[in-house]
C-alpha cells in the first residue's frame, strides 16, 4: 500500500495521569479527535492508568512472600477503578459490560498469577512482567472503547503482537526488524480502514510470544519503536507537564518549559534522571528520522517540547535544564596496592553487573588508587557483597584496603549543549554551590559536553537543584524564564 504509507501518520502516547481518570481519559479521547483531521493514520499508544502497574507489582511481591490477604483489596481497587471510567465514558450499556467483563478477566489471570507465586514463594522476573502487563492490557481495552463512543473507530491490540523482544524480562530489549515486520503486517490493515490502533505501551514479546517489559516507564518507549518502524512522521509523547521543563517541577516550582531541545540534550536529561521521557525512547527515533514532541494532555494548545536535530548554531553555552538521581549511594574500592591488581576495573563492574545494578554514574577520585561510582541505594548491599567476594584475594593481602559506601547522595546533573566550551559556566556552577555550603562529593562531566553532574549529600539535594536552577534563570538571556 505505497500510498497509504505516504500519508501523514503520527502516534500518540498517553501516560498514566492522562488515562488515570474519566476526567483524564476523556481529555485524552477529545485529543484524539481532535487530531484526526491532520493525522489521518493515527497510532495511540497508552500506559496503564496512574499507579496501577506499582499495585500490581507490589501484590506480586507480597504474594511471593505469601501475604495474600491483601489481594482481596487490590483486585477491587483494579476493578472499582476501571470500571468508574467505563461508567462515565463508555454509554453503550451492552459494549460497557463487555469491557468490564473483559478487565474482569484479567483481574482474574493477575489475582491466579499472584495465587501462584504464593505457592511457590518466588516471583521470577518472567512471571513479573506476565503481571506487570496486565494494567497496559486493562488500559487499551478501556481507551479503544471511550474512542468507539464518541465516533471514533478505534481498535484496540496488544504490543505482544507487534514488538519482538529478546528474554530480558523486565528490561526486555526489542528486534527492530522483526518488529517491523509484525507491526506492518498487523497495524497497516488497520490503518487501511481508517480505524485508530490502540497499542498497550510498556510491552513486548519473545518470538515465541512469552510476554516481557521494557522497563518501568517503557511506554515512551513503545511509541517510539513504533514510530520508528512504522515509520511515522512524529512521536507525540502526552503526559502531565508542559512538555520538558528547566527542571522537574515537582522539586523546582519555577521550571519553565524549554521549547527545543536538540537529541543529545534530551538524551542526556532523561537519562539523569528527568522521568518525562524515558532514555530509550531516543534512539529509535533519532535513527528513523522521525519528530519527537512533548506535550500537556491537559494543557494541549500548549506547544511543549520539539526535539530538533543537533547543530552548532544551536548549541549557545547556556545550562538548559537540571536534573536530580535520588536514592543513591558512592560505593568507593580504595587501597595503595590496587595499582598493581589486574584488571581490576572490569573485574568491579563485572562484579556489579552480576547483580543487575546499573551504575549511572563513574568518577574519577583525586588519587588514582581508587574507584568510585553511584548505584541505586536499594543495590547497595548487595553490590557491596558482590564486590567484596570478586576481591577477596586482594582484601586478604591488603592490595584492596576497603569498599565502602556512603550514606543516601543525589546526582544533581546541569544539561546544555556546548555549555561545557563556554568559559566560566563549570565555574558558576560550583560558586553557586559554594555559596550556599554545598559540599560536591563527586564529579563527572559527559564526554559529550552537554552535561556536567555533581553528587552531593541527599541532604543538601532540594538546596543545591534550587541554586542551580537559579543559574537558568539568572544567566540565561532567552533561556528558560
Ligand atoms: P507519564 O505518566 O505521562 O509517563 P511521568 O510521571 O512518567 O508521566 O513523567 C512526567 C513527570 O516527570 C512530571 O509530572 C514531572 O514531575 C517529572 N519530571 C521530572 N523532570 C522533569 C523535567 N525536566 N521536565 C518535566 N517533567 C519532569
Ligand atoms: N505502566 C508502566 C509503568 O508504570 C509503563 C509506563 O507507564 O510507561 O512503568
Ligand atoms: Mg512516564
Known amino acids: 500500500m505505497p500510498e497509504q504509507n505516504k500519508l501523514p501518520t503520527l502516534v500518540m502516547k498517553f501516560g498514566g495521569t492522562s488515562v488515570g481518570t474519566a476526567e483524564a481519559m476523556s481529555q485524552a479521547v477529545q485529543i484524539v479527535q481532535n ?12 500506559s496503564a492508568l496512574s499507579g496501577v502497574t506499582n499495585l500490581l507489582l507490589d501484590s506480586a511481591h507480597q504474594s511471593a512472600r505469601g501475604q495474600v490477604h491483601q489481594l482481596y483489596e487490590a483486585e477491587n481497587r483494579l476493578r472499582i477503578t476501571h470500571d468508574a471510567i467505563a461508567d462515565r465514558l463508555i454509554q453503550d450499556l451492552a459494549r460497557s459490560v463487555q469491557v468490564k467483563q473483559e478487565i474482569g478477566h484479567l483481574i482474574a489471570e493477575f489475582s491466579n498469577l499472584c495465587r501462584a507465586m504464593a505457592v511457590l514463594g518466588e516471583a521470577t522476573p518472567r512471571a513479573l512482567d506476565a503481571v506487570a502487563s496486565l494494567g497496559e492490557r486493562m488500559s ?12 471514533v473507530p478505534a481498535q484496540s491490540v496488544e504490543a505482544t503482537q507487534l514488538i519482538v523482544t529478546d528474554r530480558a524480562f523486565q528490561n526486555a530489549h526489542p528486534d527492530l526488524k522483526a518488529t517491523q515486520e509484525r507491526t506492518r503486517r498487523v497495524l497497516e490493515p488497520i490503518l487501511a480502514q481508517g480505524r485508530v490502533p490502540v497499542v498497550t ?73 528527568a522521568k518525562v521521557l524515558h532514555p530509550k525512547t531516543i534512539r529509535p527515533v533519532i535513527d528513523a528520522g522521525v519528530g519527537l514532541r512533548i506535550c500537556n494532555t491537559f494543557n ?21 535544564a537540571v536534573t536530580a538521581i535520588r536514592n543513591q549511594r558512592l ?49 547497595n548491599g548487595e553490590v557491596i557483597q558482590a564486590l567484596e567476594a570478586a576481591f577477596a584475594i586482594e582484601l586478604a593481602q ?41 559540599n560536591v562529593i563527586a564529579i563527572a562531566q559527559g564526554s559529550s559536553e552537554v552535561s556536567i553532574s555533581l553528587v552531593v549529600d ?20 532567552g533561556g528558560a524564564q
Open 35 to 46: 487530531s484526526r483531521q491532520d493525522w489521518p493514520r493515527l497510532i495511540v499508544v497508552t
Open 458 to 477: 541527599a541532604s543538601d539535594a532540594d538546596l543545591a537543584l534550587g541554586a542551580l536552577h537559579e543559574l537558568i534563570v539568572t544567566t540565561n538571556t
Open 201 to 273: 505501551g510498556f510491552l513486548g514479546a519473545t518470538p515465541d510470544g512469552v510476554t516481557t517489559t521494557l522497563g518501568r516507564g517503557g511506554s515512551d518507549y513503545s511509541a517510539g519503536i513504533l514510530g520508528a518502524v512504522l515509520p511515522a512522521d512524529e512521536v507525540w509523547i502526552w503526559t502531565d507537564v508542559d512538555g520538558v521543563m528547566s527542571a522537574d517541577p515537582r522539586a523546582v516550582p519555577n521550571a519553565a518549559t524549554i521549547p527545543e531541545l536538540t537529541y543529545r540534550e534530551i538524551a542526556e536529561l532523561a537519562y539523569y534522571g
Open 300 to 320: 494541549p494548545q500548549h506547544p511543549g517540547t520539539r526535539l530538533v536535530a543537533d547543530s552548532a548554531e544551536r548549541s549557545r553555552g547556556e545550562i538548559k
Open 331 to 379: 560505593i568507593t574500592i580504595e587501597g595503595r596496592g590496587m595499582l598493581g591488581v589486574p584488571g581490576v576495573a572490569a573485574r568491579a563492574f563485572g562484579a556489579v553487573a552480576s547483580t543487575g545494578t546499573s551504575v549511572p554514574l563513574i568518577t574519577q577520585a583525586s588519587s588514582e588508587q581508587s574507584i568510585c561510582f553511584a548505584v541505586p541505594a536499594s543495590s
Open 398 to 438: 591488603h592490595d584492596i584496603d576497603r569498599i565502602w559506601a556512603t550514606e543516601d547522595v543525589t546526582i544533581l546533573t546541569v544539561v546544555g549543549a556546548g555549555m561545557i566550551r563556554t568559559p566560566g559556566i563549570a565555574g558558576r556552577v560550583f560558586s553557586a554551590l559554594g555559596q550556599r555550603n554545598v
Open 140 to 151: 487499551v481495552r478501556l481507551l479503544s472503547a471511550a474512542l468507539e463512543a464518541t465516533g
